[in-house]
């Protein structure tokens, strides 16, 4: 939280949801963090230039952070009802457009939105391998962190090594209270309702769509298959190519914030402002692989 930041308690189907806001003017960037951490995984844009030129709204999941515990779990606690929960803050909020930004789980948060949210401006996707029906062990690599990321319950040693695995070193200690924090049946629910097919056909979903993407990885993420996420077909990839952040892993923007947050401003610039962003952008990428 910074000091021109407004926290306020949002109520909505899925339970009352903790929102923070930064920043009064500009487009609308939603930040959707990941599985089992807390909307104060972006406070390295909270924290930045980004918050001075981007109306910046990050938020707690329900089951996450200050937010409550789903009223109804088996509702709320998918990817379906997680898309739902955001479009319905966002109309709390009186946003009607907006460019969506998701880590993780949160990417896939804010895929499964591209049907049900009309007003987005644009998707960034980072951590997030879009796959079909059945297509987990395509999009992401075989690690033993996943046995975490489906449990109801975590014990200290499993928090260490799963908050290791999608946050990287040093361990934050925020991020491990978020871990013990989170409701428990959300993890066993997400990945049971995934298991039978709850939502949208992810891959199909970025390849048919007109909603500009950008697509922004770190080139050590111990997770997720680089090489599947770089050869999915875009329907509309911003700049014709998928980022790498060199020296980094599953969170990017906390890892190398200057370099991610320069790439976001630019990003969110040009699909609120078509060809303001583009020109010259290569010769800033001075950490940055494209791949094509």
């Not at 009352?16 to 844009?45: K, W, Y």
């Not at 499964?112 to 951590?127: C, Q, S, W, Y």
């Not at 911003?238 to 060199?246: D, T």
């Amino acid at each position: 939280m910074t000091d021109t930041s407004r926290v306020r308690v949002v109520a909505t189907s899925h339970g009352p949801l903790v929102v923070e806001e930064s920043g009064e003017h500009g487009t609308p960037l939603i930040l959707i963090h990941g599985n089992s951490t807390c909307r104060r995984v972006f406070q390295r844009q909270v924290q930045s230039q980004l918050s001075s030129r981007f109306r910046l709204i990050t938020f707690d999941l329900p089951g996450h952070g200050q937010s409550a515990d789903a009223a109804d779990p088996m509702r709320s606690y998918t990817l379906p009802g997680l898309a739902d929960a955001v479009v319905e803050l966002l109309a709390k909020l009186g946003i009607t457009e907006a460019v969506i930004m998701g880590w993780s789980l949160g990417g896939h948060i804010g895929i499964e939105m591209i049907p049900r949210f009309p007003g987005m401006l644009g998707l960034i996707l980072t951590g997030t391998p879009p796959i079909r029906p059945g297509g987990f062990a395509e999009g992401f690599l075989n690690s033993p962190h996943f046995q975490s990321a489906g449990r109801s319950v975590l014990s200290a040693a499993d928090i260490d090594v799963f908050a290791g695995a999608v946050f990287g070193e040093p361990m934050e200690g925020f991020v491990l209270d978020a871990m013990a924090r989170a409701d428990g049946r959300f993890r066993h629910r997400l990945f049971e309702a995934s298991r039978s097919g709850a939502g949208i056909d992810q891959r199909a979903a970025v390849e048919d769509t007109k909603v500009p993407t950008l697509v922004v990885n770190g080139a050590t993420d111990p997770l997720i298959n680089l090489e599947y996420v770089e050869t999915v077909p875009y329907g509309n990839l911003w700049s014709g190519r998928c980022y790498r952040i060199r020296g980094v892993g599953h969170a990017p923007f906390w890892q190398a914030p200057t370099d991610y947050n320069l790439l976001i401003e630019r990003f969110v610039r040009d699909v609120a402002h078509p060809g303001w962003a583009v020109a010259g952008a290569a010769s800033r990428d001075y950490r940055m692989q494209g791949r094509q």
